[in-house]
Each structure stands twice: as C-alpha cells, then as structure tokens.
C-alpha cells in the first residue's frame, strides 16, 4: 500500500500555486468547479481559494457559478467559515457582498462595518427631471405691434354739438353748384359790361380831342 494521495486536479493546483491564469485555463479545459473533497462534499476549489487568501481566485471563482453556500464537514456556508478562520477580511466582504449567507452560530468579527453583511442592493438614485414649459400657443394678438397688443380705451364723452346725416352728405349738392354757376355768369355779364363802357368812352375822348381846332 503506497502512502500517496488522491491525484490533485489542474484546478486544486492553480488554486493552490494562485495562479489566475492556470485557474482560467483549467475551468476552460473542463475542470469541475464544484469538485468534492475526500468527503464527497462538493465545492472544494472555492473552499480552497477562500482559505489560501487569493482574492482574484475567489471573485473568478464565485463569477464562473461557484456555491459560496457550499455545504462541508462542519455544515453549511464552508466558503465564509473558512474566510474568517484564515482571517482574511477582503475575501469576507467579497463573499457577504456576493450574496453569502452567514450560517447559523458564526459571529462575524467586529471590525467588519455592517454593510458588508448581506442587504439588498441600493436603488441608485435617479435624479429629478426638469422639464421645459409647454410653449405658448400663438394668437393674432402675438403679431400685432406692442401698442396694439393691448385693447384701447373706451372713448370719453365728448359732447355732441351737431349730428351729421351721412346719407344726406353723400354725393355733390346739386342746388349749391347751380347757385355758384348762377353768381359766375352775373359776375362775368358785370365784367363785360363794365369793360364795354370803358372802351367807348375812350373812343369818345379820343374823337373831341383830334377835332379840337387851335
């Protein structure tokens, strides 16, 4: 009987060596990511990685789908056991922030701030819209000039001295352009008979005076 153990896998010896390139190539190959132990208890790679204290193992661990609930020897939640019996605080909040679940009778150590324990996640706060007012619907009263934007004023009362008949005033007034024609042609008879007078009276003056003997 030979004193040699199990074979170790490609997977247990990237963890071990932590490598995070040789802990890729042996998921990409194939290798079990939830691989038991000795025991029969499956997730041996994380339980691995979360007590040799590689962070980068353990976060491409847990995103590759790794149990970080895994059950072992000592009950539920193996991975965060043996976190906090390495001490290694950083791989703690990894796992509380990854959604593990504290087993029951494990206290957590007092330096840990209690955001780390698991919480739902925070709403990012959406900030408030502003919007814009509606534009002002357009009305005639837009496009006219500042001053006749605004409704005149009622007019005063004023007294009314006279009232004009508009129909009556439409058109010439026939009698009255008579009457000037009338007043023109007395004007021009008067003219002419004034001029008439004039003319011979001149001519009378003018015939004594070329007979007047010396």
């Known amino acids: 009987m030979s004193g040699k153990g ?26 079990d990511i939830e691989e038991a132990d000795q025991h029969g208890y499956p997730g041996l790679p994380l339980r691995t990685a979360c007590f040799s204290g590689k962070v980068e193992i353990v976060r491409e661990l847990i995103n590759r789908g790794a149990n970080i609930n895994a059950a072992g020897a000592d009950g539920p939640g193996m991975p965060l056991r043996l976190a906090l019996r390495a001490g290694n605080t950083e791989i703690i909040r990894l796992l509380l922030s990854s959604g593990a679940e504290v087993p029951p009778g494990v206290t957590l150590p007092a330096e840990l701030p209690a955001e780390t324990e698991k919480s739902a996640p925070a709403t990012p706060e959406i900030p408030a819209l502003e919007f814009a007012p509606a534009p002002k619907e ?17 007019p005063e009362n004023y007294p009314v001295d006279e009232e004009v008949d508009i129909t009556a005033s ?4 026939t009698n009255l352009l008579n009457m000037d024609l009338l007043r023109f042609d007395e004007q021009a008879s008067k003219a ?3 001029a008439q007078e004039d003319s011979g009276e001149a001519k009378k003056g003018s015939f004594w005076k070329s007979g007047r003997r010396s």
């Open 6 to 31: 199990p074979a170790i896998s490609k997977l247990i010896e990237a963890i071990r060596q932590a490598s995070l390139h040789q802990l890729i190539s042996a998921l990409d190959d194939g290798c």
């Open 138 to 154: 357009s009305t005639p009263a837009d496009f006219l000039p500042e001053h006749a934007a605004e409704p005149a004023s009622p």
């Open 170 to 173: 439409y058109g010439l007034d």
């Open 192 to 194: 002419e008979a004034t």
